[in-house]
């Protein structure tokens, strides 16, 4: 298929190698593909219904790109390779080649009142759609996970760490659904971003709008949009909903690494709280022994370079004047490396946490240490009248003495202030049931919360399946 050009009419000769070498996107943007006849058809029936194109006209144009997008998807990569090879220079430009061999000049009346720019944004709109949802389906799917284990896991204790140092038991369910949390809150991002995003730029021309009769919330609705865009020279230039899905999608990516980084941490040979499943771990080349979390390791670097994504993306776009400028070409990439990222990471880490293997009784036995319940026993002391700080310092001597005997808190015995029935209270289980308070870490209070968090979940999913419905034609 032969390179088709959209502009140069005023040019003496045709681009020169190498600006086609550095302005031609196809390589890339033929991502948009789909979404770009999808595009296309939409705006083909809307000259057909304004007039503008006869309806016959309209109905052959939307049959021959259905057409195109078919044999486009039929050919695979071996075919997208050969359309690359060929020297397309856009997505766009390919789309109306395909065309012009199945229609010939009948093709070239798709683009009337219609620019690349306002096509491009409605493009990317349309891509987002997928990806914002795809990124809330995710992070529903991997909550409920956590939350499922939460529930079976909402009396095992374990170690509560602050600074990398053993602080106060807590159960691993209690551990769990702190992270279901914060990917709730990730799958509210997306869920905000997509209703700001839900607008459609066709329609806005090249930045002034189309000078066609077009119903652009008609328009907008046949494309499952709420709602066109406000104002012709924002719509084309706005990547505000690329921003705000690499900014979801990285803090997402940022809250995975720090599940993965705990869970490196408790499947360590020093640690050994738990195992990763067979299926899911990595061996060395030379060391026979080795079971790498490199699920967990990738997902922490895919983290640091969601983060470059993003502020790549801002540094782009803090310098461009209304209305459309060349760098925005630069938009797509990062979100094609970011959406294939979370595809392959949230499955991976949804498997590996619903096949661990945890070591319970090694995580009560850390989870009994004195380290962890001297609190309890300060609170012990507090319970009957001795100021809080005044019980701090007591249990502080305690530690230092029973370190020196080289016993435990309970082995010391009493004196000091601390009599036999405060040191009753250094039991994990009474510990753990203490923490009765919203948010807390009793069994009881986990248990219910893992529930919540699923019913949070569902509600969620129905609102969503509620909004696709209503807003697809």
């Not at 298929?1 to 302005?23: D, S, T």
């Not at 990317?124 to 529930?151: C, F, M, Q, S, T």
């Not at 997402?252 to 993965?260: G, Q």
């Not at 979940?457 to 399946?465: A, C, F, L, N, Y």
Request: glycine share 8%; aromatic share 4%; proline share 4%.
């Amino acid at each position: 298929m032969k390179r088709r050009q959209l502009w140069g009419g005023r040019f003496a000769e045709g681009p020169a190698e190498v600006l086609r070498r550095f302005n031609d996107s196809f390589a890339f943007d033929r991502e948009l593909l789909s979404v770009d006849v999808e595009g296309s058809v939409a705006w083909a029936e809307e000259l057909g219904r304004s007039g503008v194109l006869r309806p016959a006209e309209a109905r052959a144009i939307a049959r021959g790109l259905h057409a195109v997008r078919e044999e486009w998807a039929a050919g695979g990569a071996r075919a997208a390779d050969a359309a690359v090879a060929a020297g397309h220079e856009d997505v766009h430009s390919y789309v109306e080649a395909a065309l012009a061999e199945k229609l010939g000049p009948l093709a070239g009346k798709l683009h009337t009142g219609r620019s690349r720019n306002d096509q491009v944004a409605t493009d990317v709109r349309l891509y987002l759609k997928g990806a914002l949802a795809e990124l809330e389906a995710g992070a529903l799917e991997l909550a409920g996970v956590l939350a499922v284990r939460a529930a079976d896991e909402a009396a095992t204790p374990m170690p509560g760490y602050t600074h990398l140092k053993r602080a106060e038991p807590v159960t691993f369910g209690h551990w769990a659904l702190a992270y279901a949390e914060m990917l709730l809150r990730d799958a509210g991002r997306a869920r905000d971003a997509a209703e700001r995003a839900d607008e459609c730029p066709l329609g806005s021309g090249a930045l002034s709008g189309t000078p066609l009769p077009v119903d652009r919330a008609r328009l907008a609705a046949s494309l499952g949009f709420a709602r066109p865009t406000a104002n012709s020279l924002d719509a084309v230039s706005d990547r505000d909903a690329a921003a705000e899905y690499l900014f979801a999608a990285g803090l997402l990516l940022v809250h995975l690494s720090r599940l993965a980084e705990d869970l490196i941490f408790f499947t360590s040979d020093e640690v050994r709280f738990a195992d990763l499943p067979d299926r899911l771990a990595t061996g060395s080349s030379r060391m026979p022994h080795k079971k790498n979390p490199d699920v967990l390791e990738l997902v922490r670097g895919h983290a640091g370079r969601a983060v470059g994504e993003l502020a790549g993306l801002l540094a782009l776009l803090k310098g461009i004047p209304l209305a459309y400028d060349k760098d925005l070409q630069l938009d797509k990439e990062p979100l094609f490396r970011t959406r294939a990222t979370l595809a392959a990471a949230v499955p991976a880490l949804s498997a590996l946490l619903a096949g661990l293997t945890l070591h319970r009784e090694r995580m009560r036995a850390a989870a009994s240490d004195d380290a962890l319940l001297a609190t309890e026993l300060a609170d012990a002391l507090a319970r009957r009248g001795v100021p809080f700080r005044e019980a701090h310092d007591v249990v502080g001597r305690r530690i230092a003495a029973a370190e020196e005997a080289k016993a435990s808190l309970a082995g010391l015995g009493p004196g000091d202030g601390v009599t036999s029935a405060d040191l009753r209270a250094l039991d994990v289980d009474q510990a753990l049931a203490r923490r009765a308070a919203v948010g807390g870490t009793s069994p009881r209070r986990v248990r219910a919360a893992a529930r919540a968090v699923l019913r949070r979940i569902e509600r969620q999913r129905r609102q969503r399946r509620r909004t696709g419905r209503r807003r697809r034609p």
